[in-house]
């Protein structure tokens, strides 16, 4: 499809285990996103890749969260070691332009990967 | 840092009432403000947005002013339909460098028709 595709829709690990949630962009965009998004909250930041460069992971909540784009277009967003209140949805966003552009741009949106600890 | 406060929900209007949904904002520099849309099942899209002050953003019948004065940006719409229940996302973008958007709690619409 055209849009921005994440896998797995729903995932339900149990408490320690690793998970790895998939993210496909638009095809050429530049720019990709993940934001970490609790029941009830907006979307919290989590990093930021220019193609396969992540310039930001500040967002990041522990060093148990891992994320990277190889061939800048794919990118994984791993977590190892899950506890509980990494239950969330995790969304990826893509966007064409890069980081000499204008802040005028539109972010591109996938459904999400809802993650369940349990 | 930069921050957005918007009002909380949810919404419930009837169908025709009129919308405001007050968002203001906390952010260095001069942002850009957005509104986002998450319709039932669906992903994040964008709604409309305004780059700098005085602007308008306008779509589908949705409107917002930057209002640099009042650090606002506050969605409005004349008549709510029943197709318009979601999810509003107001947002910003910090000045220069790459877009890096921080969002508002959302505030959930349900319009009965």
């Known amino acids: 499809g055209a849009g921005v595709s994440q896998s797995p829709r729903y995932k339900v690990a149990k408490r320690g285990q690793d998970v790895a949630l998939r993210c496909d962009p638009i095809?050429?965009?530049?720019?990709l996103f993940w934001y970490q998004q609790a029941l009830g909250q907006g979307p919290e930041f989590l990093t930021y890749f220019q193609n396969e460069a992540q310039l930001d992971k500040s967002g990041l909540p522990s060093d148990r969260f891992f994320a990277e784009r190889p061939e800048g277009s794919v990118s994984t967003l791993k977590i190892q070691r899950t506890q509980q209140e990494d239950s969330a949805v995790y969304l990826c966003?893509?966007?064409?332009?890069?980081?000499?552009?204008?802040?005028?741009?539109?972010?591109?949106f996938g459904e999400g990967s809802r993650l369940t600890v349990l | 840092g930069d921050s957005v406060t918007q009002m909380e929900g949810p919404v419930t209007l009837s169908e025709e009432a009129f919308l405001t949904i007050n968002c203001t904002y906390t952010a260095t520099g001069y942002p850009s403000l957005f509104w986002y849309v998450q319709y039932p099942g669906e992903g994040l899209q964008l709604l409309l947005k305004a780059t700098k002050a005085d602007d308008k953003g306008s779509n589908k019948g949705f409107e917002a002013t930057y209002r640099k004065e009042t650090t606002s940006f506050h969605l409005e719409k004349g008549s709510v339909q029943v197709s318009d229940s979601a999810v509003y996302f107001c947002a910003l973008t910090n000045s220069g460098g790459y877009q890096k958007v921080t969002f508002g709690t959302g505030t959930k619409l349900q319009v009965i028709p």
């Open positions: 966003a893509s966007s064409l332009k890069g980081l000499d552009f204008a802040n005028t741009g539109e972010l591109f």
């Open positions: 095809s050429g965009h530049v720019s």
